[in-house]
């Protein structure tokens, strides 16, 4: 079964090598659908390196299959349009979200798709909050995170804890019967409440986080807060 693991890509140069190597030493069949989101540090550049010379540009020890496709946006739109067109793109039966920047283990990755592989669910999300290992950083964003998923579930009739995760796997099929309309961080409680309203299974399970701060790349900010709440709002009465 091939797995399509979705990378969007926006001036990631400092993790994005590394990131491609821990994702290619994980032990699955899997493509590498990497959306470059018009970056204007390099990252750009060494995928193009990597599109036309291969894997043998990230160094590192690849293990089983490691297809690898590099998209590039032709301007800058957002972490939303980045992934609607590689899910769009993509060939795997199953597809998961892979964020460049290091946060996100790639060695967890097979713990995410388990639930999907045992036939239990259609749609799995990884959660920071319930028990594993996570690094302590901002007291408003996860007060703002907690904010979020509350309102998610309340307007979804989902128990998530963790809406906003990277790590959202889904079988093929789920996720390209999504018409993604967010082009930036909206795209999260925007599948979130279509999934829930579709009625697809869903589970979650623990994952650990690495999380950045701001001086070390983060780019999530309020404002992206406040279009999450309008999202909740507009998906969850949209029919």
């Known amino acids: 079964m091939l797995v399509s693991v979705v990378i969007p890509v926006y001036n990631e140069i400092s993790t994005l090598a590394e990131l491609l190597r821990r994702v290619t030493a994980v032990d ?22 990597l599109a036309s010379e291969g894997l043998s540009v990230i160094g590192g020890t ?10 590039l946006q032709e301007k800058n739109q ?20 892979q964020d460049a920047d290091l946060e996100y283990d790639p060695r967890e990755i097979p713990r995410v798709l388990q639930p999907i592989l045992d036939g239990d669910a259609d749609v799995v999300f990884g959660s ?15 007060v703002m995170n907690q904010l979020l998923t ?23 099929e789920v ?9 930036r961080f909206g795209i999260e409680p925007e599948i979130t409440a279509k ?21 070390e790349g983060k780019k999530i900010g309020w404002k992206d807060g406040v279009r999450a709440l309008y999202a909740i709002g507009k998906y969850s009465l949209k029919r």
């Open 128 to 142: 920071r909050f319930t028990g594993t290992p996570r690094r302590v950083l901002y007291f408003w964003h996860s």
């Open 175 to 183: 996720i390209r019967s999504v018409n993604i309309e967010e082009d």
């Open 150 to 172: 509350m309102l998610s579930n309340m307007t979804s009739n989902l128990n998530l804890t963790d809406m906003e995760t990277c790590y959202k796997a889904f079988r093929a």
């Open 195 to 215: 999934v829930a309203r579709g009625g697809w299974r869903v589970f979650e399970v623990p994952i650990s986080y690495h999380g950045r701060t701001y001086e």
């Open 78 to 97: 957002g972490k939303g349009a980045a992934l609607r067109r590689g899910f769009a793109e993509s060939a795997g039966d199953i597809v998961i979200v």
């Open 62 to 71: 690849p293990k089983n299959r490691n297809d690898v496709r590099v998209l």
């Open 28 to 49: 699955f069949p899997k493509e590498l659908v990497i959306v470059d989101d018009c970056s204007r540090d390099g990252s750009r550049e060494l995928l193009q390196r």
